[in-house]
């Protein structure tokens, strides 16, 4: 008996599922030329069929990458810069105001506080421009720091150069860290003699309260300070002169600005804080990174 090959069988052919269902496309579409189906891997998460991330998914991946302390550190420096320049520049006209009505009626005794005062003025411009523009900068390196440890944007990618502007950035952070401490302990001067004034009126007025001793005894001399000369007239403020000194607008004001001010002063310094221990652990792990990433290339 003679067995015959398989191609002249008259055995019917069996069609799989996959093929009947191009023999349908081609049916419909019988001018589209045939097209060669590649393996679907399966599907992770919530990724749609398409393979394109949804809403949802890119609005989480987007959030990953915000450096949350950068931008809490930003907003709180911008705050404090705000208020020690902006209540400081005011607080500062007011002291002129209440230095040559009470304390020093001629003009050449106070001119140099006065050119001081009017420097610092300046200064304050220069701060309030420079922090706004620093500021900017350390969010941006935030921004691309913390895509490049979370590897967002494909695999991990630096540059020696991107490495030395980080390093760059957290010794300037230092620096001006240990700036500023200096300048909220400044800004807490003026608040340590307007204090003093203010007590000393609060005491006059506890006096005239009780009838016990007369408040023409009590005095304060803004010469102890050093802010005018000795030969300054009148230098100081008496009993009820003094209490008139008190209850007027500029006291008042310049008072609670330069506590404001200062309370500015040491929220920018509450900030530089925070940007030195986000930029300092980028940087740490930055340079960790690219250690390990030219290891595994050799």
Partial sequence: MQILPATFCNCPKVITRPEMEIGRYHWMYRSSRPHRYHHVPALRGNVSPLGIQGCFECCIKCLGGVPYASLVATILCFSGVALFCGCGHVALTGTVSILEQHFSTTASDHALLSEVIQLM????????????????????????TTSAV????GEFKTTACGRCISGMFVFLTYVLGVAWLGVFGFSAVPVFMFYNIW????????????MTVPGDQICVDIRQYGIIPWNAVPGKACGPILENICNTNEFYMSYHLFIVA????????????????ATTYNYAVLKFKSREDCCTKF
């Fill in 199 to 210: 007590s000393t009126c609060e005491v006059i007025k506890s006096l005239q309260t009780n």
């Fill in 150 to 153: 979370k590897e967002l944007h």
């Fill in 262 to 277: 200062c309370a500015g002063a040491g929220a920018t310094v509450i900030a530089l804080l925070i940007y030195m221990m």
């Fill in 121 to 144: 003025q300046y200064v304050i411009y220069g701060i309030a421009s420079f922090f706004f523009l620093y500021g900017i900068i350390l969010l941006a390196e935030g921004f691309y």
